[in-house]
Structure formats: C-alpha cells, structure tokens
C-alpha cells in the first residue's frame, strides 16, 4: 500500500538510472569533493556518491524520513532540511550543486534558489540542473499501464500532465491515479516548468554562463533541458544603466535622505496596512531599495512568512541583504519583467518609488497581478499628475527618465487587468533631495478579486 507521496515518488523513482552518467560526469568534473543535492528526495543518487563528501538537502518531511533510512550507517553523506532558498552553509564552501530530477522545478522562486547556491559555491564551482523541456512535457508525460504495487495488488496506473493556464504559462499539474479492486487513489505535484529562454534570462542576471547544455537524457527525444553552470569571472555581465547608477550613487546616504525628504512609504504603509498584522502574510518588494518595506514591516509588527525583494542596484541590494530581514533578494532590472513564475504566490507586493522609472506599467501590472493570490494586494506609489494630459518620458537630469501619470490613465491601469482599486490616495511622495519641491504621488492598493 502506498500511503503518501514520498512513499508513490520512491516507488516510481528509485530505480530511475538514465541520468546517472551525466551526474557521474559532472561531479568528475568537480574540483574538490564537497557536494549539495538540494532535493534529495528519498536518496535516489546515494549510490553515485561514493567518493564525494555530499550534502544531502530535503524539505519534505516525509521524503526526509526515506532518506536518512537508506542514508543510515553512510558516513561520507550527511542528510539536513532545510529550503533551497536558505541553505544552512557558510559562503565559498561547495565544490557542486546538483538540482536534479525536476528538482528547481519545485524549487521556487528559481531566481532566489540560484542566487543561494552562488553564494555557497567556491570559486571554479559548478552548478548542475536537470529539467523538464515545457514544449514536450505533456505529450512525453501522460501514460497508462498495469503494476504492481508493493503490497502484490495489480493495479492500473496513469500518469498525466497538464499545464494551468489560469495559473500562468508554465504552471502543470502531474496526477498520479492507482486503481485496482481495493484502490483508487490519486496523488498530484505542481510545478513551475520554464524554457529555456527563461533560464538563460536568469542566468545572465545571475552572471551564470552555460558550460555544457544537454537536452536528452532517459531517451532521444530532446525533452529536456541538462545544465552546467559556473558563475562569470566578471561580477556582472550586464551594463549599468542610468538608474541603477543613480541608486548606487545613493546606496551610502539613501535612509538618511528618505527621512531629510519626509518620504511617503513609512507613514502611508503604517497607517492604513495594520491589517496585515499577525497574517504571516507572504510578501514581494518590488523596487526595494536598502529595505525600507522591510523594515517598516517590521517595526509596525509585521511578520512575513516570506519576504523577497528585487532593485535595480546592487548597492542598494546589499544594505537590503544586511538587514536580515528578507528571505530573498535580488538584482534585477523590471524592465526586463519579474523573474517569478509561479501565479497565485503573494499576500502583499508593493512597489514604492519604482513605478516612475519603468517603461511599460501596462505589462509590468499585469504581471504582478499574476503573482497574487486572490484576494491578495498590490500597494504601488506613481509619479502623478492631476492636470497632466497624456503620459510621456520626462528627463530629470543626465539618462534619467520617468513617467508620471493622471488619475484617469492610473485607473485605466488598473482595470484592464481586472484588479480592484481598493484605495486611491493623492499625497505628497516627498521633497526632491535636488531642489527641495513637493513631488506629487498617488498610492493605489488594489485587490485581486478572481483568477
């Protein structure tokens, strides 16, 4: 009888052997012989690592028991839980990470897992990810056949997969169904299943290069998508922008400033999101700067169950990352979109001081709306307006521009995408740091009401 998932995912996968060269290979490839596997599972590649000091990283209790069962009496291998996005090491110490199996697919957000793992690795340390091509999943996932289960019933077993649309472009859904005279039982695991493009999006902010791509493995079809990484000599492979370089350039003085400036987010986010209090809610700052969400947050008695954040400047990034106070966060221009696939995940997001400097709020709404649960809520500040007629780029000195928007164009916004204006406040965001004048914001929380 199978009695839970960990108990279905071992009895399907235990004896699964078709990447094992390609994992040999890589970890030969190694340096050194300090390993992680973040989502150990049940043990599946204990057998491959027996020359190697490994890691063995598992989140799900249940998976957690099989694993140190068959890991017992190994003395080379060591079994620990802990979350992809927190692992329990000092930085510099691994030679390898290996997220194989669909592992990184369930290992959300990708983005903060592999910043994670940037941060453990040694310098020459490599990266292995093994995961499903989108393009052919459904087609290559879906079977049905006759088995016999552990306790000698035969049972008829089928396997689909199917994506979510209403959840978002790469979102599946893989049902396991047994049925046999005394049985019928159905198990299912959600996953977040990118292309390739998006990984290479990643990579590139993460100054990840690709060293080795593969894309078969168990068979010829090329239905998956087999990387190893290893982090870009140069810190960034990026150019700096106008904007990131004015926020580094104010890194050093930013919190002093906010406060010289009287700056909107600490009042506004006091007052009127006490209800969040004592909610655990899971939160996502974008625009976060040197942390002020998060520190706001906390200071009115806040306590996220997570809580990522992204800016556009390092700097800025590493007084946030200092604070302790995120679970996550990021370098990232979102310009270049919110590198966050999985729908439905956050409570709260909020977006102070940012909506100004990006070139297509129309899409940039819509994809945060993606990212809430429903019922949950995004509060973002816009340069505004009362008598402007038409939004368009405004220099306010070298390559800088923004955007600043009427209150008809704002609720436009907010309508297309289907999320309810909750809240629309027309105040004064702050004194400009330059010439001391009033500079006019309008805060709107808005509610996602449906799928």
Do not use: H
């Not at 009895?11 to 490839?29: H, M, P, Q, T, V």
């Not at 030679?95 to 959300?108: H, K, Q, W």
């Not at 700097?315 to 696939?341: C, F, Q, R």
Request: with cysteine; aromatic share 12%.
């Amino acid at each position: 009888m199978i009695n839970n998932y960990a108990e279905l995912y071992d009895y399907l996968y235990r004896d699964l052997d078709g990447d094992l060269e390609s994992i040999k290979a890589f970890l030969n490839s190694l340096d050194g012989k300090r390993v992680i596997e973040v989502g150990a599972a049940t043990g599946r590649l204990l057998p491959v690592y027996s020359d190697f000091n490994v890691t063995l990283v598992e989140p799900d209790k249940s998976m957690l028991e099989i694993l140190r069962r068959r890991a017992e009496g190994d003395m080379t291998n060591t079994v620990v839980q802990a979350n992809s996005v927190k692992l329990p090491f000092e930085n510099d110490v691994v030679d390898g990470i290996l997220y194989p199996f669909m592992v990184l697919s369930e290992a959300t957000p990708i983005y903060f897992s592999l910043r994670e793992a940037i941060r453990v690795l040694k310098k020459n340390g490599k990266i292995y990810i093994w995961e499903a091509n989108p393009d052919n999943i459904v087609a290559l996932s879906n079977s049905v056949k006759k088995i016999k289960l552990p306790d000698g019933e035969t049972s008829t077993f089928d396997s689909k997969t199917i994506n979510i649309p209403s959840f978002g472009e790469y979102e599946f859904e893989t049902y396991f169904r047994f049925r046999g005279d005394l049985i019928d039982t159905c198990y299912s695991v959600r996953q977040v299943i990118p292309p390739k493009s998006f990984y290479e999006k990643i990579f590139k902010s993460l100054s990840l290069k690709i060293i080795k791509f593969e894309d078969t493995c168990f068979s010829r079809n090329p239905d998956k998508l087999i990387f190893t990484l290893q982090v870009a000599e140069q810190a960034r492979e990026v150019p700096v922008t106008a904007v990131e370089e004015l926020y580094d350039n104010l890194a050093e003085s930013y919190s002093e400033k906010l406060i010289k400036s009287n700056y909107i987010a600490g009042s506004w986010i006091t007052k009127n999101l006490g209800d969040y209090i004592g909610t655990k809610p899971n939160v996502l700052d974008l625009g976060c700067g040197d942390g002020e969400v998060g520190k706001i947050l906390s200071n009115m008695g806040v306590t996220p169950s997570q809580l990522y954040g992204f800016d556009i400047s390092e700097k800025m990034v590493d007084k946030a990352e200092s604070l302790s106070l995120y679970t996550g966060i990021g370098v990232y221009d979102l310009n270049d979109g919110i590198p966050i696939l999985k729908q439905c995940s956050f409570d709260l997001i909020t977006v102070f001081g940012t909506s100004e400097f990006l070139f297509s709020i129309n899409s940039f709404i819509e994809e945060a709306r993606g990212l809430l649960a429903v019922g949950g809520e995004i509060v973002i500040s816009f340069g505004y307006e009362r008598e402007l007629k038409k939004t368009q780029p405004k220099n306010i000195g070298g390559e800088v521009f923004i955007y600043n928007y009427n209150k008809d164009e704002i609720i436009n916004i907010f309508d297309k995408v289907g999320l309810s204006i909750v809240s629309f406040d027309e105040v004064i965001g702050y004194k400009s740091f330059s010439s001391n004048e009033d500079m006019p914001y309008a805060i709107i929380r808005a509610r996602r009401i449906c799928l």
